[in-house]
């Protein structure tokens, strides 16, 4: 898969749950939004080993 977070870039040969990949790119948990292949991946998911992956950064504000 092919992972990709503002100017950082990231490639893994495997699928991998979504809480995984977020502790594997060194980011957040609570601090991002992850899409594979243009849908929301929720909590608990497994983003399949060739997709295409955008991470997000979630706006907090008060």
């Given amino acids: 898969m092919e992972v ?3 100017q950082k870039r990231w ?3 495997r699928a991998m749950p979504l ?3 977020v502790e594997e790119t060194g980011l957040r948990r609570e601090a991002v939004l992850v899409m594979a292949d243009g849908r929301l991946i929720r909590e608990g998911e497994t983003i399949p080993a ?3 992956v955008l991470i997000i950064s979630a706006a907090n504000g008060g």
């Fill in 4 to 6: 990709v977070y503002g």
């Fill in 19 to 21: 809480e995984r990949l």
């Fill in 50 to 52: 060739g997709s295409k």
């Fill in 11 to 13: 490639s893994f040969d």
